[in-house]
């Protein structure tokens, strides 16, 4: 699935549920899980400096190339926020993206994002 199609899935997901998305392609309401927004969401999609759909995209395609450069698909989320935390403004979009294109499988005492299968 390419970030067109998911970008596509999140505003109807969105349409559905009755919220509201932008025009920049990100509802600051969603959180990428299906669910409900969460008190830690950073994400005002509409402020000044905030993620267009481009920069969506390519955040997206970044995180998916990372993620297939390491050894099982997978990397812990503080390697993750050491490699894009320079470059990200939008925490709650990141999240957002992250959440869609990797799955956190925790183990005894580990945790990893891993990419999940469609995007591998």
């Known amino acids: 699935m ?3 199609t998911l970008l596509q899935r999140i505003r109807e997901r969105d349409a559905a549920a009755g ?13 990428g899980d299906g669910g409900s ?11 000044p400096g905030g993620a267009t759909r481009g920069d ?3 955040i997206l395609d970044d995180i998916c190339r990372f993620l ?6 997978a990397a812990p989320t503080g390697l ?3 490699a894009f ?7 709650g979009l990141f999240r957002r993206l992250l959440k869609q294109a990797a799955r956190l ?16």
């Open 80 to 82: 993750i926020v050491d």
């Open 56 to 58: 969506a995209e390519k």
């Open 2 to 4: 390419d970030s067109q």
């Open 85 to 91: 935390g320079h470059v990200v403004r939008d925490k």
């Open 37 to 47: 927004p969460t008190d830690d969401d950073d994400s005002d999609g509409d402020a």
């Open 68 to 73: 297939r450069d390491r050894p099982g698909g």
């Open 19 to 31: 919220t509201t998305t932008t025009t920049r392609g990100v509802s600051p309401e969603a959180d």
């Open 105 to 120: 499988e925790k183990g005894a005492g580990t945790a990893q994002w891993v990419l999940r299968d469609h995007f591998a």
